[in-house]
């Protein structure tokens, strides 16, 4: 079966987690680490480190300060700052059931003393604990350009009030604090609908793409010059079920293999944004800058699986070009590869490869975890968490 010939991958450790975790539970944290968060309140760090002269995984709890025994957690995110600013900056929102209602919590843990802004055992200690009066979903962290400041990284939190919520650093206060969307984010106002998930990306000429997707299947996206901010032009479509994954991505076309006299034709990088929902299929609408969301393809057979929970745009092949990967509650992974025909407005995405887990797929990341310059692919499931190495590692490994 050709699926099974082309999958690049071989299970390296799967760690299995006290309860279970949901879509938003897990995050990088630094370059070579992940933090997975579980409903009853506990978070897994999770590292490749040296044990008797081998590379070995290792998963351990991580203590965080301020969430209490009985609490859920809903969403976990981390970022490094910006430079010139030094630190590791962890979110978790999580929901405390005393009985008679339910509370919901934004901490944000960061240590501002010299020599601990990376110790993640320093950090979880150094927390700043907000109440919130929304629940939150997705939490998302972006660097945003501002005029004569150089790039800051912000905290983005989604909803049930059908808003964005906006956490910047108060340097001088050595803490976070909440702030109007609009001023850096004028694209995330007047929302249609609750939030489910939101992707951003810088394009050249100081601009971002920003998309998200909501609750009652609306997506919407939005070309906006930073220095501004001010939004140049937005699109939205609906669709007909929540939408689980928005994801920006740039591809790589050439138009023609040779041009006359034999130069070679320049390549062209445009845009694209992958939508998963949880009943129609996956689809990609091609060259948003240009077309907004009226060029669409849809991923065939992403919908034979039940819902798509997860998605990554990634070169896993290493030829330059990338693929999409989609994570379903019906427990498979799917790889999609881009067949170019044609001019670049053609062409589709064939489904190449999958693979069959045990229980449903979360979420997927993309990382180096062993520091070898090859990336693993971490798939969080509702057991727990595999380890994926590329054939690569088993070729060059001892």
């Not at 975790?21 to 579980?38: D, F, H, M, R, V």
């Not at 995110?77 to 919590?105: C, E, H, Y």
């Not at 907004?292 to 990634?314: F, K, P, R, Y």
């Not at 797929?361 to 969080?380: M, Q, W």
Request: hydrophobic fraction near 35%; proline fraction near 5%; aromatic fraction near 10%.
């Amino acid at each position: 079966m050709m699926f099974r010939e082309l999958y690049p991958f071989v299970e390296d450790s799967f760690s299995r987690f006290p309860s279970q975790s949901n879509i938003y539970g897990l995050c990088q944290a630094g370059e070579q680490e992940l933090l997975a968060a579980t409903l009853k309140g506990k978070v897994v760090s999770f590292t490749y480190q040296e044990l008797q002269h081998k590379i070995r995984p290792v998963a351990k709890e991580v203590q965080f300060t301020y969430i209490p025994v009985d609490a859920e957690i809903v969403s976990i995110d981390a970022f490094n700052k910006s430079p010139p600013k030094r630190g590791l900056v962890v979110g978790i929102t999580f929901i405390k059931d005393s009985g008679d209602k339910a509370t919901p919590f934004l901490n944000i843990y960061c240590d501002y003393e010299p020599g601990s802004e990376f110790n993640l055992e320093s950090i979880a200690q150094s927390c700043l604990n907000l109440e919130l009066q929304f629940t939150p979903f997705q939490l998302y962290h972006t660097e945003v350009q501002q005029s004569g400041d150089g790039g800051e990284t912000v905290f983005l939190l989604s909803g049930h009030d059908q808003r964005i919520h906006l956490y910047k650093e108060n340097a001088s206060l050595h803490q976070f604090e909440e702030q109007p969307v609009e001023r850096l984010f004028p694209e995330l106002q007047q929302l249609p609908s609750n939030v489910l998930w939101l992707d951003m990306l810088s394009v050249a000429g100081g601009r971002r793409l920003s998309a998200f997707g909501c609750q009652n299947g609306c997506v919407g996206l939005a070309l906006v010059d930073q220095s501004g901010p001010e939004v140049l032009q937005s699109w939205q479509v609906q669709l007909d079920s929540p939408i689980s994954t928005v994801r920006l991505f740039p591809l790589t076309c050439q138009p023609e293999p040779q041009k006359p006299g034999g130069e070679k034709s320049l390549e062209e990088e445009s845009y694209h944004l992958l939508v998963t929902s949880t009943i129609e299929m996956a689809v990609v609408y091609r060259d948003v800058q240009e077309h907004g969301l009226s060029h669409s393809t849809c991923l065939s057979e992403s919908d034979q699986w039940d819902a798509v929970l997860c998605a990554l745009v990634i070169d896993l092949d290493f030829d330059g070009q990338k693929e999409v990967l989609l994570g379903t509650y019906g427990q498979e992974l799917l790889c999609y590869k881009f067949q170019p025909a044609g001019s670049r407005r053609d062409g589709h995405f064939q489904l190449v490869w999958r693979r069959s887990f045990k229980s449903p797929l979360l979420s997927i990341i993309y990382l180096d975890l062993t520091g070898d310059g090859l990336k693993e692919l971490a798939v969080l499931t509702l057991k727990g968490l595999h380890i994926l190495q590329s054939h690569q590692h088993c070729r060059s490994g001892p």
